[in-house]
């Protein structure tokens, strides 16, 4: 089973940048970041497919936030600039491990591995 650590997370304040990790035990397809807050649902960040040339995005953080991957070293990063309040949560790294065809999905049940999440906070 593949474990996913993420690492990165921290505290900003309004307007600054973030850049977060998440290291894989072993192969994976599609990845993603997703984010939640204690008051809101889980919801999808970004995502990316396995080669790493095709990104979406949520609405929220589109133009701000970019995800990359680094396949040889089994890692995925996610870049937050301009970092908003609302943008504070737990964010956790998800991540196929079954090959699917067809393009990245945001449902979460999609994705078999998840790690543990890490904590970016934004304050005014």
């Known amino acids: 089973q593949v474990q996913l650590v993420e690492s990165g997370g921290g505290s900003v304040q309004d307007g600054g940048s973030l850049r977060i990790f998440c290291e894989a035990s072993?192969?994976?397809?599609?990845m993603a970041w997703f984010r939640q807050d204690q008051e809101k649902a889980r919801e999808v960040v970004a995502l990316?497919?396995?080669?790493?040339?095709?990104?979406q995005y949520g609405e929220s953080v589109k133009g701000r936030f970019a995800i990359s991957r680094d396949n040889k070293k089994r890692a995925l990063y996610l870049q937050m600039n301009s970092l908003k309040p609302e943008d504070s949560g737990m964010y956790y790294c998800?991540?196929?491990?079954?090959?699917?065809?067809?393009?990245?999905?945001?449902?979460?049940?999609?994705?078999?591995?998840w790690g543990q999440g890490t904590q970016v906070t934004v304050s005014s």
């Open positions: 998800a991540a196929e491990t079954t090959f699917r065809l067809g393009r990245c999905i945001s449902r979460p049940e999609s994705y078999e591995a």
């Open positions: 072993g192969s994976t397809y599609c």
């Open positions: 990316i497919d396995p080669s790493g040339t095709d990104t």
